[in-house]
């Protein structure tokens, strides 16, 4: 399917703005993208986006980068990949100069540190948002090993303190076995 310069100016637009008014890292944006890739546009499937959040958590950097970088591909290819990537970084690069030019001024600033602490009762107010509709959403799939995974994964990351890295690892190993079962079984019952 080819994409047209509009395609391509709201894929940009789109995600600048959320580059743009995203506060508090990687997971807010993912559930952000979600939100507007998802729900309101409908380029990309739910379970679709769970699977590209996922790969975008478990690759180097920043999560925020590397969401936009697979959601552009999965829409446009290395083009949309590149729009969305350049769309995602402006936003922070034109904030960090311009606060970087001020910074001497309003460092020490009450009111700028009382917003700040208020943005980040927000940001926890997203991210818990996004973890009940991820909830949500495995549990009306009605498949329960990924219900069974998610509590297992937290409760080794809250009570155990495992790295969260072993956790990301662990998980991406089940997920590769258990696409490799599907995928076989499929080609099984095709036969």
Not at 55 to 79: D, E, M, W
Not at 163 to 190: E, P, Q, T, W
């Amino acid at each position: 399917m080819k994409k047209d310069i509009r395609f391509f100016w709201k894929l940009f637009i789109t995600t600048f703005n959320i580059s743009a008014f995203t506060f508090g890292g990687g997971y807010v944006i993912v559930s952000l993208m979600r939100k507007k890739f998802v729900d309101e546009l409908k380029w990309i499937d739910e379970e679709e986006m769970l699977d590209l959040a996922a790969i975008a958590q478990s690759c180097p950097g920043a999560i925020a980068v590397n969401a936009s970088i697979i959601v552009g591909f999965r829409l446009a290819g290395y083009l949309g990949a590149l729009v969305a990537t350049v769309a995602t970084v402006l936003p922070p690069l034109i904030i960090l100069s311009v606060v970087s030019v001020g910074y001497t001024a309003f460092k020490n600033s009450l009111i700028v540190k009382y917003v700040l602490k208020g943005m980040q009762a927000g940001v926890l107010a997203v991210i818990v948002d996004v973890v009940i509709q991820m909830t949500k959403e495995i549990v009306s799939s009605k498949r329960i090993f990924p219900l069974i995974l998610m509590v297992v994964a937290f409760i080794a990351s809250s009570v155990f303190n495992v790295n969260v890295m072993y956790i990301i690892l662990f998980c991406a190993v089940i997920g590769a076995i258990s696409v490799l079962y599907h995928s076989n079984r499929k080609k099984g019952d095709a036969k």
